[in-house]
């Protein structure tokens, strides 16, 4: 049984449907050998990383840069799992305001230092909330686990 972790900030009803939608994608009834789990930043650590065979991040846009619950994340987790999860693929989406730019290249900047795999297009949910955030997150979880369970990443 593969292992994908969702680490999401989710300070919203919005934001905490838009996690719900990627955890629904990816525990689709089509997806048999993908276990998934969404915890917020603050409750993943080290351990819940090493556990994962891929990971989707989901982070809110805070002043051109991705949320300080998702910076305490890779705080307490980076060099605790720097060696042993080289390459473990990973996906991304951010619910921006504005243009999600800042935000993703914060986040492409520790996640390079890690040496994590980008396998799909980061999802910039841009603008004022539209419910049609909600199918492409879902759409995001399912491809996730979709490749994981195909041993494609």
Known sequence: MKQLLIVAHVPSKNTQALCDAVARGASHADIY?????????FEAGPDDVRAADAIILGTT?????????LKD?????YYAVLEEKQ?????LYIRAGHDGTGTRRSIE?????????EVQPPLICRGDYSSDFV????ELGLAMAA??????F
């Open 87 to 91: 390459g473990l693929a990973y996906a």
């Open 135 to 138: 199918p492409q997150c879902e």
């Open 33 to 41: 050998n993908v276990q998934v789990r969404a915890l917020t930043p």
């Open 147 to 152: 490749g994981l369970e195909a041993g494609i």
């Open 109 to 117: 900047t520790i996640v390079t230092g890690l040496r994590w795999r």
């Open 73 to 77: 994340f890779f705080d307490r987790t």
């Open 61 to 69: 846009e805070n002043l051109g840069h991705m949320s300080g619950a």
